[in-house]
């Protein structure tokens, strides 16, 4: 038998399931480098998936800052301010005009001198004339 | 994730826990996907550690990808990367088809008892040579079945053939590699009188 035809001839099936078995057993094994590199990689992927979670926006935020933005920012702060203020002073520096705005309301017994309570409040009275006039 | 309980998740279920962000699953795909690319990728690519080791860490980007739109049930993830991994192999093979197909290394042909058989590395290391020599389909098929332990339908289904036809390629690859594998063995002296 010349050496073209055993080329034809092959190896049978038992034979070749022996170079399969040596191959299965030969498999190249990623090193530590490319396995540190894949999962880099996946690390990133889920970086670039959360930038919320990533750099600037990482930063610790103040109580006040907090606070302020919950609010509605600086320009709702500051009215807030100016209206503290303007509290403060209308409290301690003018309760004659402060009296005369509210007619008297506020202002210690002059209160209770010029109006009785029932005056303030919708009486008996208005109630018996709403019903005398449904009838 | 705990990792005692993680060899009873499947790779489908840590990857769409991955694409939630869930760094511990990462870890463990990465532990269990890369070694399995990478023997397939050195296969498909006759041995070369480097090309191979580049093909791996592209298909496992690629993965990692998809993640977010992975959908379990429609696929199983290893015979997704088989797909992608032999498409990247095939990519390759092609730029380099005839510039450096002596490149695999060749069996040892001095060492004394070899008459007595091939040991196992030679062994490898001829079916690697012999298995550069196959059609890339062929090889992909053969690699596949009788190197990885993949069923025919997951065959047919990364690389989106008939069952039959991956029969079909495995039959030829398989009459293929035999003849070069007895041509290399006579070549080497290994056949006994």
Known sequence: ?135 | MALDASSEVSDEALLVAFGNGDREAAMLLTARLTPRVMGFAARMLGGDRAEAEDVTQEAMLRLWKIAPDWRQGEAKVTTWLYRVTSNLCTDRLRKRRGVDLDAVPEPEDDRPGAVAGMIEADRARALEAALAELPDRQRQAVVMRHLEGATNPEIAEAMEISVEAVESLTARGKRLLAKLLAGQREELGYVED
């Open chain 1, 1 to 135: 038998m010349s050496k073209t035809d055993k080329h034809e001839t092959g190896l049978n099936d038992i034979e070749l399931e022996q170079f399969f078995a040596a191959g299965r057993s030969e498999m190249a094994e990623p090193g530590a480098a490319l396995m540190a590199r894949v999962l880099a990689d996946a690390n990133a992927e889920i970086d670039a998936r959360e930038p919320r979670a990533t750099g600037r926006s990482r930063r610790r935020i103040g109580f006040f800052a907090a606070v302020g933005s919950a609010l509605g920012g600086w320009p709702v702060m500051a009215s807030m301010a100016t209206a503290a203020a303007a509290g403060v002073w209308i409290g301690a520096a003018a309760p004659d005009q402060v009296s005369n705005v509210t007619g008297g309301l506020i202002g210690g017994t002059a209160v209770s001198s010029q109006y009785e309570l029932d005056e303030l409040l919708p009486g008996y009275g208005l109630m018996a004339a709403i019903e005398e006039a449904n009838q």
